[in-house]
Structures are given as structure tokens and as C-alpha cells.
T-cell receptor, first 111, second 114 residues
Framework: DTAVSQTPKYLVTQMGNDKSIKCEQN?????MYWYKQDSKKFLKIMFS???????INETVPNRFSPKSPDKAHLNLHINSLELGDSAVYFC??????????FGPGTRLTVL | AQSVTQLGSHVSVSEGALVLLRCNYS??????LFWYVQYPNQGLQLLLK??????LVKGINGFEAEFKKSETSFHLTKPSAHMSDAAEYFC????????????FGQGTRLTINP
């Protein structure tokens, strides 16, 4: 039973391309998040959505656009990829602001 | 603004020895505090959390942490290390209760020596 799933697990692409990462949770949670973990393992929140509405939007380039088609999904679209976007991106979800459950991560490598 | 500092990016202990991972926080409001563990190539898993009430919190896998307001600390301990404890550990704070925004420390890599 996968709680929070992400696809793809690995993503290798060229600079300038546009790519998407998908996230789905089957926990019935109402809030979903995207985090970025850099090469030094530092984790930082990017966005969060509650019931399909954006509630947290950290200082992230507008090349990054989250989309939540429904409560169970939060996708991350990245335009014009840059070398500095290389990182591991984690999706997470929670209910009523309680414990956040994390997905397995998507390792993005921009060449 | 809330922040978390983990002292020591790398801690190495022998199997069976005490594990102590240090976390200090800064917050202008009563914080919620968390410890997460990340095994290689995996996502984060919650070990334990402090919200209110008892300051000694017990978590999974034999870990516990004590919230000390006077020291602004939330150190993680385990009496006897096991090889399977080798992982990256993250302390996190939710400084505005209910804001659902976790701020993480820089992580501590725990190595267990046989």
C-alpha cells in the first residue's frame, strides 16, 4: 500500500527543457507539499496546497509551477530547467496540520 | 523567524553505544518539534514529535527526545545503537502552530561502527 507516491523516481534532462513530477497520496489527506533537498541534504519547503488551494509559496522562481487537480494529487512543473535545479524533490501530505508523510523522492539531474 | 541548528553534520558511534544527536531551535512562539530519519535513497520517516504536554517524547525504533525550553533544545537519544540506525537524521520545527510549514535543520549523518 503506497501512501505517497511520486513519478518518476529519476529524471535526467537537458538545460532549457520543461519537465513535470507527479505526486499522489491515498491517505485522504487535505494538505500536500513540495520540498527540495539540495546536494548538501538541506531540505526546504517550496509549496503547499490545502484542498487544491495554494497556502504556502516560498521564494521559488516562477519557472516552478505547482498544480493540484484534486486533493489527492499535487504535480510540479518546471520550465526552462537550469543546472541549479538539480536536486531531490520530495512530495508530502498531511491531515489537519498533523504529521507530514513523505514520498520516496524524485532525483532530478539537469545536464 | 523559526530556525533549527543541528550540531555535528556527522556522528559516529559503535554498535551498542549511546546515540546522541543534538538539535537547538529558535522560535518566538511555542514550537512543535520533530525528528525525521532518512535512509539512503528513501523519503523521510517521522521518528517522533513534540507538540505539548510531556517533554520526554518516545518514538519508533527505541529513540526518544526531550524538549528543554530553558535550553531551547530537542536532542535525540537512543541507549544502544544498532547497525540499522545508520541514516541521516533531521530535526525540524513548526514554529507557528498549524502553519504546516516545517523548517529543517541541516541534518546529521549517523554512522554505526561494528
Amino acid at each position: 500500500d503506497t501512501a505517497v507516491s511520486q513519478t518518476p523516481k529519476y529524471l535526467v534532462t537537458q538545460m532549457g527543457n520543461d519537465k513535470s513530477i507527479k505526486c499522489e497520496q491515498n491517505l485522504g489527506h487535505d494538505t500536500m507539499y513540495w520540498y527540495k533537498q539540495d546536494s548538501k541534504k538541506f531540505l526546504k519547503i517550496m509549496f503547499s496546497y490545502n484542498n487544491k488551494e495554494l497556502i504556502i509559496n516560498e521564494t521559488v522562481p516562477n519557472r516552478f509551477s505547482p498544480k493540484s487537480p484534486d486533493k489527492a494529487h499535487l504535480n510540479l512543473h518546471i520550465n526552462s530547467l537550469e543546472l541549479g535545479d538539480s536536486a531531490v524533490y520530495f512530495c508530502a501530505s498531511s491531515k489537519d496540520g498533523n504529521e507530514q508523510f513523505f514520498g520516496p523522492g524524485t532525483r532530478l539531474t539537469v545536464l | 523567524a523559526q530556525s533549527v541548528t543541528q550540531l555535528g553534520s556527522h556522528v559516529s558511534v559503535s554498535e551498542g553505544a549511546l546515540v546522541l544527536l543534538r538539535c537547538n531551535y529558535s522560535s518566538s512562539v511555542p514550537p512543535y518539534l520533530f525528528w525525521y530519519v532518512q535512509y539512503p535513497n528513501q523519503g523521510l520517516q517521522l521518528l517522533l514529535k513534540y507538540t505539548t504536554g510531556a517533554t520526554l517524547v518516545k518514538g519508533i525504533n527505541g529513540f526518544e527526545a526531550e524538549f528543554k525550553k530553558s535550553e531551547t533544545s530537542f536532542h535525540l537519544t537512543k541507549p544502544s545503537a544498532h547497525m540499522s540506525d545508520a541514516a541521516e537524521y533531521f530535526c525540524a520545527i513548526e514554529g507557528i502552530q498549524g502553519a504546516q510549514k516545517l523548517v529543517f535543520g541541516q541534518g546529521t549523518r549517523l554512522t554505526i561502527n561494528p
